[in-house]
């Protein structure tokens, strides 16, 4: 929780200085690309943190890590990490970029849960209800789970639109038990 909410404080002066700098694609770019880089090797954050390692030895093994080819905003952004010793929080920060970024872009992303692979013709129709719901464009994240038997589970962030089959079913067996302990309590 707390790593959201200082990622959140992080992401949000890093997208103010890239608005200003009219960076705001290349800094998602390379943050995304280290957050990748990060969640691969885990002993690079380890390393990082290591109290025990100086300031000028982390700057370096970035350099190593990451030669010219990061944009100098995120430079500066992770010697800042390293400088206050709260590089721990880089890959959460990196995560709430890339949501403050897609909410300045009026843009959200659907986790759309089928029986099998949409058509383009299904997939252009709920891209279009969704943007008339939420007022944004919408990119779909699909993913097939033949669990559902049928119909369509939506998670957009933390809002759940569940028309599956298997929901159905789950619904009506609870509604018959809870219909069955009634009569029982009635008689």
């Given at each position: 929780?707390?790593?959201g909410?200082?990622?959140?404080?992080?992401a949000?002066?890093?997208?103010?200085?890239?608005?200003?700098g009219?960076?705001v694609?290349?800094v998602?770019?390379d943050?995304?690309?280290?957050?990748?880089?990060?969640?691969?090797?885990?002993d690079?954050?380890?390393?990082l943190?290591?109290?025990?390692?100086?300031?000028e030895?982390k700057?370096?093994?970035?350099?190593r890590?990451?030669?010219?080819?990061?944009d100098?905003?995120?430079?500066?952004f992770l010697?800042?990490l390293?400088e206050?010793?709260?590089?721990?929080?880089l890959?959460?920060?990196?995560?709430e970029?890339?949501e403050?970024?897609?909410?300045?872009?009026?843009?959200?992303e659907?986790?759309?849960t089928?029986?099998s692979?949409l058509?383009?013709?299904?997939?252009?129709g709920l891209?279009?209800?969704?943007a008339?719901?939420?007022?944004?464009?919408?990119?779909?994240?699909?993913?097939?789970?033949?669990?559902?038997?049928?119909?369509?589970?939506?998670?957009m962030?933390?809002?759940?639109i569940d028309?599956?089959?298997?929901s159905?079913?789950?619904?009506?067996r609870e509604n018959?038990?809870?219909?069955?302990?009634?009569?029982r309590?009635?008689?």
């Amino acid at each position: 929780m707390i790593d959201g909410l200082v990622g959140r404080r992080y992401a949000s002066a890093l997208l103010a200085a890239a608005l200003e700098g009219n960076a705001v694609d290349r800094v998602e770019k390379d943050l995304n690309s280290i957050k990748e880089i990060w969640e691969q090797n885990p002993d690079l954050g380890r390393l990082l943190e290591n109290p025990d390692m100086r300031l000028e030895e982390k700057r370096q093994f970035l350099d190593r890590v990451f030669p010219e080819s990061l944009d100098g905003l995120v430079r500066r952004f992770l010697e800042f990490l390293l400088e206050k010793k709260r590089i721990e929080f880089l890959v959460s920060a990196a995560l709430e970029f890339h949501e403050l970024a897609k909410e300045m872009r009026n843009q959200c992303e659907a986790h759309v849960t089928s029986i099998s692979a949409l058509t383009d013709p299904q997939r252009q129709g709920l891209r279009e209800a969704l943007a008339r719901l939420t007022g944004k464009d919408v990119h779909l994240v699909e993913k097939v789970d033949p669990e559902v038997i049928g119909g369509l589970r939506v998670r957009m962030k933390d809002r759940v639109i569940d028309r599956t089959v298997r929901s159905e079913l789950v619904q009506l067996r609870e509604n018959l038990l809870a219909a069955r302990l009634l009569g029982r309590s009635a008689g």
